[in-house]
């Protein structure tokens, strides 16, 4: 009978019917998929520390695990302190010369190079009085010449960028603690781009609290200068991405500029297909994002906007062109950031998985510190 026959085959069949099986298996693993093996890893943090838990043991835990893995760089997306100073709940500190000493120690101590974009806490808020009362455009100064005094990076091992070195920005001369501020063209050293491995890394001094228009001690003309700067930078570096036929582009600021409508508790509302704000306040971002999304449309390649200023850990798609259709080929990543009422829950921060041969260029995975883990019991 054929069933007999089957149940009866040679030894010597079976095993090459076995020896025939496992090498295709193998092979069907092997076979390539959408994805691979990415060629490098990027750290992105931001909005700490906020507290005195955060400084001492939260930072110093973060940097250990960021040191623990094989980084090609770090960025530090803005905020070096909470929004107000010792008078806050819970307290952090001021805008003081000490605030960017302890902050260079922080980033030297990283093995890989760490790059820093300043964010509203550490210049644009300092003009509040919990803050130390400071003219936020000398701050501003401050922090160009501590971070940003050579055309390398932060970190124990050195990167060198481009810098936008255009007199188009404003420096501080000179101020009393109320009046005009006097100013001078400066150049605004902080926005700078590296390129790795066929992808553009481009950062942005874009602000919250309204990118400087609004607040305790607002700055029209100071805005104005940065604005238009940060514009020409941004399509400069997609113009030279361009000719260089990078793989992708990964922009990196502070400010969560806000996309569409969808969340007042965490981003300015606006419209999304003109994107201007519509909740009545300055609205410093409307110029800056038609040219992010200009910018990405025109250049057709993976790109990634990675923020701070909210404080939520996500990924998703909210770009839309002026048809409001989804930009298909952006992605917003925001990086923990303080939350205030958990202690050190927040003081994570994000992989980049980043492989110019793949298809969408960049993956990001959230890294959990696991010394800043909170147990909780039931």
């Known amino acids: ?10 030894l010597t069949l079976a095993f ?19 994805d691979k093996d990415f060629e490098y890893q990027v750290g ?14 939260g930072v110093p835990n973060l940097i250990a695990d960021m040191n623990r893995q094989e980084l090609a760089f770090s960025v530090h997306d803005g905020d070096l302190k909470a929004g107000n100073g010792v008078t806050a709940n ?35 808020d300092c003009d509040r ?50 009046g005009p501020t006097v100013t001078k063209p400066g150049a605004c050293v902080e926005n700078r781009r590296w390129t790795v491995k066929k992808v553009m890394y481009v950062t942005l001094n874009v602000q919250g609290s309204c990118n400087n228009l609004c607040d305790t001690a607002p700055n029209p003309e100071e805005y104005a200068a940065r604005n238009a700067a940060n514009i020409a930078w941004l399509r400069a570096s997609f ?22 409508a969808s969340d007042a508790t965490r981003a300015p509302l606006r419209n999304p297909k003109t994107l201007a704000e519509t909740d009545g306040a300055p609205d410093g971002f409307q110029t800056f994002l038609q040219a992010v999304r ?50 050190l ?21 959230a890294q959990t510190v696991p010394g800043n883990v909170v147990t909780h019991n039931n």
């Open 1 to 10: 009978m054929p069933r007999r026959r089957l149940l009866t085959l040679p």
């Open 16 to 34: 090459a019917v076995v020896a025939i099986a496992i090498p295709a298996a193998a092979i069907a693993a092997r076979m390539p998929t959408n």
């Open 44 to 57: 992105l943090w931001g909005d700490l520390p906020y507290s005195a838990i955060q400084a001492d043991p």
């Open 90 to 124: 819970p307290p952090s500190v001021n805008c003081d010369d000490a605030l960017d000493a302890a902050a260079l120690g922080w980033f030297n101590s990283l093995k890989a190079p760490a790059m820093f974009t300043p964010g509203d806490n550490d210049w644009t």
């Open 129 to 178: 009085p919990a803050n130390g009362g400071f003219n936020s455009l000398e701050r501003l100064d401050h922090e160009r010449a501590v971070f940003f005094s050579t055309p390398y990076s932060l970190g124990q091992k050195r990167l060198r960028q481009d810098v936008q070195t255009e007199q188009t920005c404003l420096s501080y001369v000179s101020g009393p603690a109320t």
């Open 239 to 260: 113009a030279q991405a361009k000719a260089e036929g990078d793989a992708g582009v990964m922009l990196i600021s502070q400010a969560d500029p806000g996309f569409d």
């Open 294 to 343: 200009t910018e990405p449309l025109a250049f057709g390649k993976p790109v990634a906007y990675v923020h701070g200023d909210s404080h939520y850990f996500r990924t998703d798609k909210p770009l839309q062109d002026v048809d409001g259709k989804q930009i298909e080929n952006f992605v917003r990543v925001e990086t923990f950031g303080d939350n205030a009422g958990t202690g």
């Open 345 to 365: 829950n927040a003081v994570h921060w994000v992989k980049a998985l980043v492989d110019p041969e793949s298809r969408d260029v960049f993956a990001f995975q």
